[in-house]
């Protein structure tokens, strides 16, 4: 038993389906009055439907080099999430087609544990985790060319981190 191997893969779907009605918009539902018992105009209704699915896959590893002294720890996970819209409006609203928000993810982590007699471990480990977004709304900057956006993009980084730790059991 000094070789513990471990593997999973989720998957996870959700959806959202929102239905709004346009006050806003040019004619015909420009300043539209919403009364009770006053008929809504169907040329100012909006649906957006958006489907989230998403998987990870993940394996790890932990070895005992050596009985109650040393083991080595690694774990990998990929994780790959596509979000899609579809939208759908009267021609009047001008609603269009927007791109699908993908996000991918690798991390990658080793540890090792160090016991140094019995009650008193150091470990040192090491993990990297690369983001990617690709977010249309936060790449692409503003479609209206009169407004100042704020400049922002997709949350994509790369991260080394290494740490130190001591445990103590009594």
């Given at each position: 038993e000094a070789l513990s191997l471990t593997g999973f893969f989720t998957y996870d779907r959700m959806t959202n389906d929102q239905t709004g009605y346009e006050r806003a918009a040019p004619a015909p539902c420009s300043a539209a009055d919403i009364l009770p018992g006053g008929a809504l105009n169907p040329a100012c209704f909006w649906n957006v439907n958006t489907l989230d699915q998403g998987y990870t896959?993940?394996?790890?590893?932990?070895w005992m080099v050596i009985e109650d002294t040393?083991?080595?720890?690694?774990?990998?996970?990929?994780?790959?999430?596509?979000?899609?819209?579809?939208?759908?409006?009267?021609?009047?609203?001008?609603?269009?087609?927007?791109?699908?928000?993908?996000?991918?993810?690798?991390?990658?982590?080793?540890?090792?544990?160090?016991?140094?007699?019995?009650?008193?471990?150091v470990s040192l480990g090491y993990l990297f985790e690369k983001f990617d977004n690709d977010?249309?709304?936060?790449?692409?900057?503003?479609?209206?060319?009169?407004?100042?956006t704020l400049g922002t993009q997709s949350l994509d980084y790369t991260v080394h981190s290494v740490g130190v730790s001591t445990s103590l059991r009594f």
């Open positions: 896959v993940g394996v790890g590893a932990d040393l083991k080595l720890i690694f774990d990998y996970a990929y994780s790959h999430t596509v979000t899609a819209y579809e939208c759908e409006a009267a021609p009047a609203l001008g609603a269009e087609p927007v791109p699908d928000v993908v996000s991918t993810l690798h991390s990658f982590g080793v540890r090792t544990d160090y016991t140094i007699m019995e009650g008193i471990t977010d249309f709304a936060l790449d692409t900057g503003s479609s209206l060319p009169a407004v100042i």
